[in-house]
């Protein structure tokens, strides 16, 4: 009894762990948009610096779920919840790099006017942002619906990227001068879309934890 106990207590403390983790990643997402949309030269290096601190987290929550299995041999859904855990925070340190990715772009262009007013990029960014939300609130509360409502939103993610590239391709096409511009808000909309797709998999991991059921829920 005092053995299992003990090991809830460690399930419990790995659970903290990952939603501190989460919550730092969608505090990056925020910021490095933020940076984009006021010019924040001095925002988007934080976000850049603080990958580092995230990167650690994820090491650290690496090892313990690693000795986890080594020390406590876990069994069925404990080993199921323990190695979920490993791919989520994988898809969570992404999340982080992408948002590094796109803060290391905003230096590049923030000296410079934009080429067009920024309006579906923050929100292609806000839906992104708010499905990793849902997905680690599918997580704590176990909630399968919420985790399946993530997956749902990643096609509002493509449908703005695909938007948002036929507009900067033809502002490249009526000028040449916007090219260079354009092509750095290509990779920002493309990592953004990528935050999307790893968000769709925590939600995926989610459903496996409740169900141990995992398939490829994105569109």
Same mark, same amino acid.
């Given at each position: 009894?005092?053995?299992?106990?003990?090991?809830?207590?460690?399930?419990?403390?790995?659970?903290?762990?990952?939603?501190?983790?989460?919550?730092?990643?969608?505090?990056?997402?925020?910021?490095?948009?933020?940076?984009?949309?006021?010019?924040?030269?001095?925002?988007?290096?934080?976000?850049?610096?603080?990958?580092?601190?995230?990167?650690?987290?994820?090491?650290?929550?690496?090892?313990?779920? @690693?000795?986890?299995?080594?020390?406590?041999?876990?069994?069925?859904?404990?080993?199921?919840?323990?190695?979920?855990?490993?791919?989520?925070?994988?898809?969570?340190?992404? @999340?982080?790099?992408?948002?590094?990715?796109?803060?290391?772009?905003?230096?590049? %262009?923030?000296?410079?006017?934009? %080429?067009?007013?920024?309006?579906?990029?923050?929100?292609?960014?806000?839906?992104?942002?708010?499905?990793?939300?849902?997905?680690?609130?599918?997580?704590?509360?176990?909630?399968?619906?919420?985790?399946?409502?993530?997956?749902?939103?990643?096609?509002?993610?493509?449908?703005?990227?695909?938007? %948002?590239?036929?507009?900067?391709?033809?502002?490249?096409?009526?000028?040449?001068?916007?090219?260079?511009?354009?092509?750095?808000? %290509?990779?920002?909309?493309?990592?953004?879309?990528?935050?999307?797709?790893?968000?769709?998999?925590?939600?995926?991991?989610?459903?496996?934890?409740?169900?141990?059921?995992?398939?490829?829920?994105?569109?």
């Amino acid at each position: 009894m005092s053995t299992r106990h003990g090991f809830d207590e460690s399930l419990r403390d790995l659970h903290y762990d990952v939603v501190r983790m989460a919550s730092l990643v969608e505090k990056s997402i925020e910021e490095a948009i933020l940076a984009l949309k006021q010019k924040d030269k001095e925002l988007a290096q934080k976000v850049i610096q603080q990958d580092d601190e995230i990167d650690e987290m994820e090491r650290a929550i690496e090892k313990k779920c @690693i000795r986890l299995i080594a020390t406590q041999q876990p069994l069925a859904k404990d080993l199921r919840l323990i190695t979920s855990i490993l791919k989520m925070i994988t898809d969570l340190e992404r @999340i982080a790099d992408h948002s590094a990715d796109i803060s290391e772009l905003i230096l590049k %262009i923030a000296d410079e006017e934009y %080429i067009k007013p920024l309006v579906n990029i923050p929100k292609m960014a806000s839906v992104a942002r708010d499905m990793v939300r849902s997905a680690i609130d599918a997580y704590i509360n176990n909630d399968i619906k919420m985790a399946e409502d993530v997956c749902s939103k990643d096609s509002t993610v493509d449908n703005y990227f695909e938007s %948002i590239i036929n507009d900067l391709q033809e502002l490249m096409r009526k000028n040449p001068q916007n090219i260079n511009q354009a092509t750095t808000f %290509i990779f920002i909309v493309k990592y953004i879309e990528k935050i999307a797709d790893h968000a769709t998999n925590l939600g995926e991991w989610v459903i496996y934890i409740i169900t141990g059921r995992h398939e490829s829920l994105n569109t």
